[in-house]
């Protein structure tokens, strides 16, 4: 069974630049979360999305949106790059969501912005 | 405001001795607690969890321990081996939204 694919890995963006992520779920998962892990900061969430509706959304600016599709692929869209914006990405899918329990990580995106 | 704090951003021991993970917590909602463990270049993957209404939950090795009334958990791992190199994070949540710490760094020496 796959697990959770990100794409792309890696990739470099100028300041005032936007950025788009992607990530398929393991089949069959319906919710997907992303978070952002800078160092000292650990995982911060950015938001969740379940049957394309977004159910849950952390403290971050409206230039980091998202969305999901019918078949549970998400992507989430960071516009006007700041230089603080440069992290790891993380998606995460479970089956059904609404219940930490047990969240498949994928291996990240890691956006540099210069 | 960091409601889940790991103190220890890293921690090293010999192989075959304990490892204790410490990580603190502010929210009281906090129902649901959880630790990954996270190897570079790779995604975390889940280890062990532990509901508000235990004290204790085992795996093999990994044994978790809540202190709802300090506010604090710890994960051991006993015993440990160079495998378990590693940063782990502890999270909470009510719900789908996790909180994570910090992580702490463990290097387990042969």
């Known amino acids: 069974k796959a697990g959770v694919t990100q794409t792309p890995r890696y990739l470099i963006k100028t300041r005032g630049q936007q950025v788009t992520l992607s990530c398929s779920p393991i089949s069959g998962h319906r919710s997907v979360s992303w978070y952002q892990q800078t160092p000292g900061q650990g995982l911060q969430f950015l938001f969740e999305y379940f049957s394309e509706t977004q159910r849950n959304k952390g403290n971050f600016p409206g230039r980091f949106s998202g969305r999901q599709f019918s078949n549970s692929r998400s992507e989430m869209n960071v516009s006007t790059l700041e230089l603080g914006d440069s992290a790891l990405y993380l998606c995460a899918s479970s089956l059904v969501g609404g219940f930490a329990g047990e969240l498949f990580f994928g291996e990240g995106s890691r956006l540099t912005v210069l | 405001d960091q409601q889940v704090k790991q103190n220890s951003p890293s921690l090293s021991v010999q192989e075959g001795r304990i490892s204790i993970l410490n990580c603190d917590y502010t929210?009281?909602?906090?129902?649901?607690f959880l630790w990954y463990k996270k190897y570079p270049a790779e995604g975390p993957t889940f280890l062990i969890s532990?509901?508000?209404?235990?004290d204790k939950n085992e795996d093999g090795r990994f044994t978790v321990f809540l202190n709802k009334s300090a506010k604090h958990l710890s994960l051991h791992i006993v015993p440990s081996q160079p495998g378990d190199s590693a940063v782990y994070f502890c999270?909470?949540?009510?719900?789908?939204?996790?909180?994570f710490g910090e992580g702490t760094q463990l290097t387990v020496n042969p």
């Open positions: 929210n009281s909602m906090f129902d649901y």
């Open positions: 532990i509901s508000s209404i235990k």
């Open positions: 999270a909470a949540s009510p719900g789908s939204r996790l909180t």
